[in-house]
């Protein structure tokens, strides 16, 4: 029933930014945590970053921190990833997800993700 749609991948040049959005349908709860998981060709599933329901604590992965940031807007039932200084390594695709926590544990109702590529 719950659905979450990310958009705003693209193509970037390294040291650009990008802001990735996922929106959950109006059956969402907003009571559950929200992360962002990404997936390159060839390479494990990594969880990158993860907010509580309130947005209130924040998770981020050594590869992302001080670079990426993650925040939520409730009453649009939305959650975003502010992403600065990317790197080739960055490319990958992107999804979001409900958590039971948010280290990104319990991770349900996947977004069919969006796709993030730097360029050198």
């Known amino acids: 029933q719950e659905q979450l749609e990310e958009s705003g991948g693209g193509l970037v040049q390294a040291g650009g930014s990008l802001r990735l959005s996922c929106k959950a349908s109006e059956s969402t709860p907003r009571t559950y945590a929200r992360g962002w998981f990404r997936q390159a060709p060839g390479k494990e599933q990594e969880f990158i970053a993860g907010?509580?329901?309130?947005?209130?604590?924040?998770y981020y992965a050594d590869s992302v921190k001080g670079r990426f940031t993650i925040s939520r807007d409730n009453a649009e039932n939305v959650v975003y990833l502010d992403m600065n200084s990317l790197k080739p390594e960055d490319t990958a695709t992107y999804f979001c997800?409900?958590?039971?926590?948010?280290?990104?544990?319990?991770?349900?109702?996947w977004g069919r993700g969006t796709q993030v590529t730097v360029s050198a």
């Open positions: 907010i509580s329901w309130r947005g209130g604590s924040t």
């Open positions: 997800a409900m958590l039971n926590y948010y280290d990104g544990s319990g991770a349900r109702a």
